[in-house]
């Protein structure tokens, strides 16, 4: 407990700046600049070349991701990041530029071919495909897992009127 209050009035005592100001004028303010967090190493590039391309289309946005082979993510882009806003997030042309973002974050990496997987039903399904293809990338594979209920929730039962 003791080292606690050290520790304490060490950080109450002016500093050698403070303390040798003039007693007419008022010390100068130092701002406190905050704690810089995760800006350790810069993590090693890892050299893949193959990997997977997430298509996630929606009627309001499309997001692409592109990992390895295991899952892990090597970079992503969607329209909000490219700087698309509102009904123009959702096109086929947005679509393309995000492909085309993605792949600049990910050209360091080496990667070369990618199996896509497309989820949901948005206007930027193919787009993102075909600017896969048309940024160098060999497209060895295109599923899609887009979610499908089988049978799905209970229905409401019958108003009676």
């Known amino acids: ?82 700087g698309f806003r509102g009904p123009k997030k959702s096109t086929p042309y947005a679509a393309s530029v995000i492909v085309k973002d993605a792949m600049d974050k990910v050209a360091s990496t080496g990667l070369r071919e990618v199996s896509v997987f497309v989820r949901g039903i948005g206007s930027g399904r193919e787009a993102a495909v075909r600017a896969l293809h048309a940024n160098g990338l060999v497209v060895t594979s295109i599923k899609d897992v887009t979610p499908i209920p089988h049978n799905g929730c209970r229905a409401p039962k019958p108003r009676r009127v």
């Open 1 to 82: 407990m003791s080292e606690e209050n050290n520790k304490q009035t060490e950080e109450l005592q002016p500093t050698p700046e403070v303390a040798a100001a003039p007693a007419g004028e008022a010390p100068a303010a130092k701002k406190a600049r905050p704690a810089k967090r995760g800006r350790g190493k810069k993590k090693a590039v890892r050299m893949v070349s193959t990997g997977r391309a997430y298509v996630q289309a929606t009627y309001n946005n499309t997001i692409v991701t592109l990992t390895d082979n295991n899952g892990n993510v090597l970079g992503w882009s969607s329209a909000g990041v490219v």
